[in-house]
């Protein structure tokens, strides 16, 4: 039997860089209101999947999911029969439980969604957290209610496209549980029983090669100083666990709740820029190294320079890297300094948030 319960509808995928973000609104929300039920609009077997509902308990649509591609490529035709078909899936989803709000933070996934809303009448919110607009929040947010952003500069770009008074800077979303944690149990958890300084590692839920191997190559060094948590990726962890036997190495391929307890309980974080993970650390005012994937994280990157060590693919010097892990490690004062600084650069948003959609509830 149906649920009565009004819903309010969440949508993001394809990657975790749109879903972290939109559970922490989700986390407020349920904290909140226990008189609706939360739904999830994702790609069929995107990443997104199992964390909503395995790991969040929300209940989850899947549809069909395409990609508009810049340039010429053979997908563009049958992706747009799969945006096409899409649309009128989203069309039936809003029919059948005619949601109260629709809150998307990118994804092309969240494309016919948020047209089938604007047919159909239904408030939805476009959320920009990276530094650059991508196509599918540029066409979702000329449709959108609300636009929100984390950035000055996403406030002037998103002005000049929809008009001033539909932009709003809330800051970035994070679930406020991250900050609840016992470090003893965290340690317990990565068998982690030395006095050493504590070194996460990670490259995203997809991992990343070039991380994973300066690691690897630098292994022996880092680990003199530092015990490594070391996240390689769905997929990548099958010849880099056997290393996991290594004494201060631990391997996984993938956290989901058990995340939160490897960003507390680390000295020194490395991470790609995805600006999800980067939330998360400058909510923790962690010191960072950050090495972007080459691209449009290169500009969410720019906006740690001085703040952190930030090192570029494309002219990585890894002598120089080992010498600012060395002095990271060996002083406590410079890991914090580090650390405040990196607390400044994202401002967290959920309360200014909360009040915009609760305006529409």
């Known amino acids: ?32 209101y226990d008189n609706y039920e939360y739904c999830w609009v994702g790609t069929k077997n995107g990443p997104e999947k199992d964390v909503v509902v395995k790991y969040n308990n929300i209940r989850y649509f899947g549809i069909n999911s395409g990609k508009f591609r810049r340039y010429f490529d053979v ?38 969604l948020c047209l089938a809303a604007r047919i159909l009448k239904v408030p939805f919110f476009v959320h920009q957290q990276d530094y650059e607009i991508g196509l599918a929040n540029k066409i979702m947010a000329r449709f959108a209610n609300v636009v929100t952003v984390v950035l000055d500069k996403s406030l002037k770009d998103y002005s000049s496209i929809v008009g001033v008074n539909k932009v709003i800077k809330t800051g970035n979303l994070v679930k406020k549980s991250i900050f609840d944690f016992d470090y003893s149990s965290a340690k317990n958890f990565f068998n982690i029983h030395s006095e050493k300084k504590i070194l996460l590692v990670t490259g995203g839920g997809t991992g990343a090669e070039f ?6 190559n630098n292994l022996e060094v880092i680990l003199k100083n530092y015990e490594v ?29 058990e995340m939160k307890m490897a960003l507390n309980i680390a000295d020194v974080i490395i991470s ?47 002598n120089k890297f ?17 650390g405040d600084e990196v607390g400044t650069v994202i401002e967290i948003g959920n309360d200014i948030y909360m009040k915009l959609v609760e305006e529409y509830l």
């Open 322 to 338: 080992l010498e600012d892990l060395e002095k990271l490690f060996s002083s406590d004062e410079l890991r914090k300094i580090v």
């Open 75 to 112: 997908r563009n035709f049958f992706d747009f029969f799969n945006v096409f078909v899409a649309f009128f899936q989203c069309i039936s989803l809003i029919k059948n439980h005619k949601p109260k709000i629709i809150l998307t933070a990118g994804g092309f996934v969240c494309v016919p």
């Open 211 to 216: 991380i994973n191997n300066l690691i690897l």
């Open 272 to 318: 790609r820029a995805g600006f999800s993970i980067l939330t998360e650390i400058c909510a923790l005012k962690k010191p960072l190294i950050l090495i972007p994937l080459p691209g449009h994280q290169d500009l969410n990157a720019k906006l740690f320079e001085n703040k952190a060590f930030v090192y570029y693919q494309e002219n990585f010097d890894n």
């Open 229 to 257: 948590i070391h996240l390689v990726g769905k997929g990548k962890g099958l010849d880099i666990k056997a290393k996991g036997e290594i004494v201060g190495y631990h391997v996984y391929e993938f956290l989901t709740t």
């Open 1 to 32: 039997m149906e649920n009565k319960k009004d819903k309010i509808f969440f949508s993001g995928g394809g990657t975790l860089g749109s879903v972290v973000p939109l559970l922490g609104l989700y986390e407020d929300l349920n904290n909140k």
